[in-house]
T-cell receptor, first 117, second 111 residues
Framework: GAVVSQHPSWVICKSGTSVKIECRSLDFQATTMFWYRQFPKQSLMLMATSNEGSKATYEQGVEKDKFLINHASLTLSTLTVTSAHPEDSSFYIC?????????????FGPGTRLTVT | GEDVEQSLFLSVREGDSSVINCTYTDSSSTYLYWYKQEPGAGLQLLTYIFSNMDMKQDQRLTVLLNKKDKHLSLRIADTQTGDSAIYFCAESDNAGNMLTFGGGTRLMVKP
């Protein structure tokens, strides 16, 4: 099946620094990637939809200047948390939709746990 | 906006059947999904159902959809300890875009 990887799997950073999280589709091309955030014991919340070669579409309440998304190729999307603060600590999960696959299926990455101290 | 709700917790004994329930409010939902999340991991798509279907069976998994009541259920037959995880239901529109997830049901399987 389609595989999506995320790097790093976990990261600890100091308040005020920026952190970049990568999401890669390993064996397929993804025109669309999605970024989710999951708080402990809670559900996933969609942050933004990223289309290759165009600007990401952010969900209401998500600061686009804080969560920078770049989808420069068909296999890579990055999420940069700028000037991170402790409240940004969370589990970030990406998903990717296959270019030629079914619209209904998204493949999820294993997630990146971010801790801001 | 759309709302998807699930019960928080379910405990069953190994070998029994598990039934996880989900309700949703968006009548335009076209696809409904069940995902499994093990501790510290991402989501694994278990199965999905189109809104024009009533039932779908895939090995030990049976999905039932009552579109009138906007109720979705996942039945796991012969539940095993390896089935212990959090199960999320989700719905999307006909473009397969934005998924709206329920809060997740934590399934605990006792040996």
């Amino acid at each position: 099946g389609a595989v999506v990887s995320q790097h790093p799997s976990w990261v600890i950073c100091k308040s005020g620094t920026s952190v970049k999280i990568e999401c890669r589709s390993l064996d397929f091309q993804a025109t669309t990637m999605f970024w989710y955030r999951q708080f402990p014991k809670q559900s996933l919340m969609l942050m933004a939809t990223s289309n290759e070669g165009s600007k990401a579409t952010y969900e209401q309440g998500v600061e686009k200047d804080k969560f920078l998304i770049n989808h420069a190729s068909l296999t890579l999307s990055t999420l940069t948390v700028t000037s991170a603060h402790p409240e940004d600590s969370s589990f970030y999960i990406c998903s990717a939709r296959d270019l030629v696959g079914s619209l209904y299926e998204q493949y999820f990455g294993p997630g990146t746990r971010l801790t801001v101290t | 906006g759309e709302d998807v709700e699930q019960s928080l917790f379910l405990s069953v004994r190994e070998g029994d059947s598990s039934v996880i329930n989900c309700t949703y409010t968006d009548s335009s939902s076209t696809y409904l999904y069940w995902y499994k999340q093990e501790p510290g991991a991402g989501l694994q798509l278990l199965t999905y159902i189109f809104s024009n279907m009533d039932m779908k069976q895939d090995q030990r998994l049976t999905v039932l959809l009552n579109k009138k009541d906007k109720h979705l259920s996942l039945r796991i037959a012969d539940t095993q300890t390896g089935d212990s995880a959090i199960y999320f239901c989700a719905e999307s529109d006909n473009a397969g875009n934005m998924l709206t997830f329920g809060g997740g049901t934590r399934l605990m399987v006792k040996p």
